[in-house]
């Protein structure tokens, strides 16, 4: 509802604004005709701010969601569509993290900060890269190397050789 009234006394607006508060949006004070847009903009912006104060929202599952800043930056991701993480050499860099579909972020965690925040699906193959084992298309148990669904080729680090090979071959 929007109020427009050629009535001079204001106590006749002020009763309908009382009676008809929730219905009412916007109370446009004569004369408006010189400002019309901006009067328009002013309802519209009044209107949708009520109706998002109105809805109920649920915030981010952080089991579902990890919440990757960089600089100004925050990126909500499935912990899912992550595919590849690989970080600089200490002090040489960002850290990398490549989607499933390529989409290459940075941000300023170290590898060891990003696996702390991620599900334990996420397996450190070498001092620099570690994998969403949900990912892996091909283990190479010979050359210690596998493929991810996106193409990437990893070598696995051999620290890390053993306790992969036990995660993915069930023993």
Same mark, same amino acid.
């Given at each position: 509802?929007?109020?427009v ?5 204001y106590e006749?607006?002020k009763k #309908? !604004?009382?009676d008809h508060? %929730? @219905?009412?949006?916007?109370?446009l004070?004569? /004369? ?5 847009i &901006?009067?328009?903009?002013n309802i519209?912006?009044? #209107? !949708?701010?009520?109706t998002? %104060? @109105?809805?109920?929202y649920?915030?981010?599952? /952080? ?5 990757? &800043? ?5 990126f ?11 970080t ?17 972020l940075?941000?300023s ?7 702390q ?6 397996f450190q ?34 620290a ?7 995660i993915t071959?069930?023993k």
């Amino acid at each position: 509802v929007i109020i427009v009234t050629a009535n001079t006394e204001y106590e006749y607006a002020k009763k #309908l !604004l009382n009676d008809h508060n %929730e @219905e009412v949006i916007y109370m446009l004070n004569k /004369p408006f005709w010189s400002s019309w847009i &901006q009067h328009c903009n002013n309802i519209i912006e009044l #209107l !949708l701010v009520r109706t998002q %104060e @109105e809805r109920e929202y649920e915030q981010p599952n /952080p089991d579902r969601f990890v919440n990757i &800043q960089f600089g100004r930056k925050s990126f909500l991701i499935d912990p899912g569509e992550i595919v590849y993480i690989q970080t600089g050499k200490k002090g040489k860099g960002k850290t990398k993290i490549t989607l499933k579909s390529n989409v290459e972020l940075n941000c300023s965690l170290s590898l060891t900060q990003m696996l702390q925040n991620l599900p334990p699906f996420f397996f450190q193959i070498n001092r620099f890269e570690a994998i969403n084992l949900y990912c892996i298309s091909l283990i190479d148990h010979g050359n210690r190397e596998l493929i991810l669904q996106n193409g990437q080729y990893c070598s696995i680090g051999s620290a890390f050789y053993d306790q992969f090979s036990k995660i993915t071959r069930g023993k």
